[in-house]
């Protein structure tokens, strides 16, 4: 009979699968956040529950204030007219006909002011056309 004690072998924590399980979660992190655009103009957008906001390449954002001064990519329109913001969304679209206009309204704008800078892009000939707003959860933050 053997009555020796057996070596017993030390339990080793293999870390190898919980570094995978990390790069996982972190690559799933990277890929599903969305990052925020600030405007010039304080603007308090409308609420509206969203599930996944696009990055457009070809974006042409336009500001709508309260008062109802425009900006076409972080630059002020001169006139409130529709074809001073129909001029000033055709330099800015240098996609031509495949940008994207995103309206950035404030969300006690009048609906005219909405509705001019939809009319100038109609006028140009751009089709595309989204809106700005940001979620519920971020309204009852501020």
């Not at 072998?9 to 925020?36: G, K, Q, R």
């Amino acid at each position: 009979m053997n009555f020796r004690p057996r070596q017993k072998d030390e339990p080793e924590i293999n870390l190898i699968p919980f570094i995978d399980v990390l790069l996982v979660v972190l690559i799933f992190l990277m890929l599903t956040t969305t990052y925020s655009k600030f405007t010039e103009m304080q603007l308090r957008l409308p609420v509206a529950d969203t599930d996944s906001q696009r990055d457009y390449p070809k974006e042409v954002i336009v500001a709508v204030s309260s008062d109802g001064r425009y900006m076409v990519n972080k630059v002020p329109v001169a006139g409130r007219n529709t074809e001073s913001v129909a001029s000033a969304i055709a330099e800015a679209a240098k996609a031509g006909k495949d940008s994207v206009v995103i309206i950035s309204a404030d969300a006690t704008a009048t609906h005219q002011s909405v509705i001019t800078v939809m009319e100038a892009a109609r006028r140009i000939g751009l089709t595309q056309i989204t809106f700005a707003t940001q979620s519920s959860a971020q309204a009852g933050g501020k």
